[in-house]
């Protein structure tokens, strides 16, 4: 399976998970970094919404529950509150994130970075591995690149964010659980190192040039 962000399979699942959002109650919109999002209306109409949701996109060749487990089970928790006409004192909203692996443009969290209002434009010039820019693979998408910023979520617009997210190591099904609850979490960073000079065994004296350290590389994925 591959699923990437901005790509053909990602318009796909976008108006597939649109489908179900609506079948659930909700209205839906795509938003301006791509991200597919529902909303059903609380108590009355204009209230904060609790955002629920997860991504879309895979790791290439993997990640078949990866993401899209949390995109359906909260349309799931959705059509229940809709279903039973449960009025809520907040609105209930899905998102669900177009890239949140980051594997085309090597750099991670696209989709929920545009939403929290993080989103770097320096990254619109950042290539896939064809040498497409982030920047025309939005274009081609049908979004603007001007206009990520419209993706922005104004915090007094929302009330909270949960993500229910399949487990990614062996802990529950060592423990026979099928739940838990996360209370710490990676705080991943990358890097691009380049280390210069040649190979040598430990202690092996040295004939040609010295080992070399550059100056650190601009930070990029
Ligand atoms: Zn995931």
Same mark, same amino acid.
Not at 44 to 69: E, F, K, M, Q, W
Not at 165 to 176: M, N, R
């Given at each position: ?7 053909? =399979?990602? %318009? ?17 919109? $795509? ?12 108590? !009355? ?5 609790? !955002? ?15 993401? *899209?487990?949390? !995109?359906?089970? &909260? /349309?799931?928790?959705?059509?229940? *509150?809709?279903?039973?006409?449960? #009025? ?19 750099? &991670? ?36 690149? $001007? ?9 007094? +617009?929302? !009330? ?5 997210? /399949?487990?990614?190591? #062996? ?6 659980? #099928?739940?838990?609850?996360? @209370? ?8 691009? *190192? ?7 065994? @430990?202690?092996?004296? @040295?004939?040609? =040039? %010295? ?7 601009? @930070? +990029?994925?």
């Amino acid at each position: 399976m591959r699923r990437v962000y901005l790509t053909n =399979e990602h %318009r796909a699942v976008n108006a597939l998970a649109a489908t179900w959002m609506r079948e659930a109650g909700m209205t839906t919109w $795509q938003d301006a970094a791509g991200n597919q999002c529902g909303r059903l209306e609380g108590a !009355v109409p204009g209230l904060p919404a609790l !955002v629920l949701g997860s991504h879309l996109d895979t790791v290439p060749s993997a990640g078949r529950y990866d993401g *899209i487990l949390g !995109v359906l089970t &909260a /349309i799931a928790v959705v059509d229940r *509150i809709h279903a039973a006409g449960i #009025p809520l004192p907040f609105a209930l909203e899905v998102v669900a994130f177009g890239d949140e692996e980051g594997t085309r443009f090597g750099r &991670a969290l696209l989709g929920s970075r545009a939403l929290a209002g993080t989103f770097d434009p320096d990254w619109l010039d950042l290539t896939d591995e064809n040498g497409v820019t982030l920047r025309d693979a939005y274009t081609t998408f049908g979004l603007d690149p $001007q206009h990520l910023a419209a993706a922005a979520r104004a915090p007094e +617009s929302l !009330v909270g964010y949960l993500e229910a997210h /399949i487990e990614q190591g #062996p802990y529950l099904e060592e423990a026979d659980r #099928p739940l838990g609850i996360v @209370s710490t979490i990676a705080g991943a960073r990358r890097f691009a *190192i380049t280390v210069n000079g040649h190979a040598g065994h @430990s202690g092996t004296p @040295s004939t040609g =040039e %010295r080992m070399h350290w550059p100056a650190p590389a601009k @930070s +990029s994925p």
